[in-house]
Structures are given as structure tokens and as C-alpha cells.
């Protein structure tokens, strides 16, 4: 059956440093892979946009790469803060206007 | 634009009752869906439309309803609800062409004793 992981439910880090987050597939070959950050309460807001093209992707202190050999992308946010603490979620987009298959999310915890 | 919006943001019913989660975007957008997110389970989808008039039945469709007769509206309905469908709802919309992001509304918290 189709799967998609990150691999850690929670991530504490020192601030300062960079967090990286993973998240694995299985049965797939999704054109683009979407990460979106959740703060409590609140819905999730879109971050990056990976095609399978790219091998990596940058928007200020984040970085996502994307390995469709190894199925996986990472997220990497430099130079943490304590504001970046919030869940994480990465998204397969399998097709155009079908529906985007998402991870459970890591919750990072970014500690001053 | 006020995004996807939702309404209401809280609502306890008992089980049995009916109710109807209201979702609209100003985006002009065709492509709609709801989720349920709870703890440990991550985002699963209940149901979506790629446009007025369609819709089709995603992960957890049972115990609900949706019908789209506009592009603007997503209306989840609830026709007898259950404790098990204590949960956070969510309403996203996604835009025209290839693989856009999607926009999430804030969210119903719905408990039903």
C-alpha cells in the first residue's frame, strides 16, 4: 500500500542549531513533494514546493532536498529559533487535481 | 481575499445529531477537500471535488457527506454523529494548473458526546 513517513513524531533542538526533518515514501512516484508547517490551533501553511527534477530547493533559512532514488526529502531549517517550533508536515503530489497524501508530521521543539 | 474559511469554530453535539461544517474560499479555486486530523493520525482525507458538481470519497468517508454546487462552497455534513467523529476538521483548497499549493482553512473542533 502507499506509504509516507517522517521518521521522528517529536525533535527537540538547541537553538541556534539546524533541525532536519525526514520524511520517507514507499509506492510512489510523485511528481513534487510539499512541506507545510502547523502551529497549534491552527491550520497548515504551505513552505516549499520540491519538483522531482530538483535535487534541492532554498527559501531563507530552509532547505529542502528531494532523492527520488532513496524516496526521501529532507527539511532543514539553519540557525533555529524558538518561533520555528511547530509541526511539520511533508506532502506528496502525486497528479494534477488529485489528492495531496500527507505525512503525520514531526512536532519540533527548538530550545532556547 | 479571506482564504478558506470555516464555520463554525467549536461545536459539541450528542450523538445522533445532524450538523453541517460550512467551508468557502474566495479564490476561485476547483479543487476542494476536507480532512480530519487527530492525535497520532496525522491529516486523513474524508472527502474532495475537482470542481462543481464532482465529487469523490477520500480515506475516511463514512458518517459523512459533501455535495459541491458551487465553485466557492464545500459543505461536510454529518447525518448521525458519533463519538468517533470527535476530531478537528479541516478545509483546504488548492488552485489552477500543476501541482499548486494547498490553502488551509482554520479549522472546526467538533466533539460529540
Known amino acids: 500500500s502507499q506509504k509516507i513517513e517522517q521518521n521522528s513524531e517529536a525533535l527537540n533542538i538547541q537553538e541556534g542549531k539546524t533541525a532536519t526533518l525526514t520524511c520517507n515514501y514507499t509506492?510512489?512516484?510523485?511528481?513534487?513533494l510539499q512541506w507545510y508547517r502547523q502551529d497549534p490551533g491552527r491550520g497548515p501553511v504551505f513552505l516549499l514546493l520540491i519538483r522531482e527534477n530538483e535535487k534541492e530547493k532554498r527559501k531563507e533559512r530552509l532547505k529542502v532536498t528531494f532523492d527520488t532514488t532513496l524516496k526521501q526529502s529532507l527539511f532543514h531549517i539553519t540557525a533555529s529559533q524558538p518561533a520555528d517550533s511547530a509541526t511539520y508536515l511533508c506532502?506528496?503530489?502525486?497528479?494534477?487535481?488529485?489528492?495531496?497524501?500527507f505525512g503525520k508530521g514531526t512536532r519540533l521543539s527548538v530550545i532556547a | 481575499n479571506a482564504g478558506v474559511t470555516q464555520t463554525p469554530k467549536f461545536q459539541v453535539l450528542k450523538t445522533g445529531q445532524s450538523m453541517t461544517l460550512q467551508c468557502a474560499q474566495d479564490m476561485n479555486h476547483e479543487y476542494m477537500s476536507w480532512y480530519r486530523q487527530d492525535p497520532g493520525m496525522g491529516l486523513r482525507l474524508i472527502h474532495y471535488s475537482v470542481g462543481a458538481g464532482i465529487t469523490d470519497q477520500g480515506e475516511v468517508p463514512n458518517g459523512y457527506n459533501v455535495s459541491r454546487s458551487t465553485t466557492e462552497d464545500f459543505p461536510l455534513r454529518l447525518l448521525s454523529a458519533a463519538p468517533s467523529q470527535t476530531s478537528v476538521y479541516f478545509c483546504?483548497?488548492?488552485?489552477?494548473?500543476?501541482?499548486?499549493?494547498?490553502?488551509f482553512g482554520p479549522g472546526t473542533r467538533l466533539t460529540v458526546l
Open positions: 509506492n510512489y512516484s510523485p511528481a513534487y
Open positions: 483546504a483548497s488548492r488552485g489552477p494548473g500543476n501541482y499548486n499549493e494547498q490553502f
Open positions: 506532502a506528496l503530489d502525486i497528479w494534477r487535481n488529485t489528492p495531496l497524501v
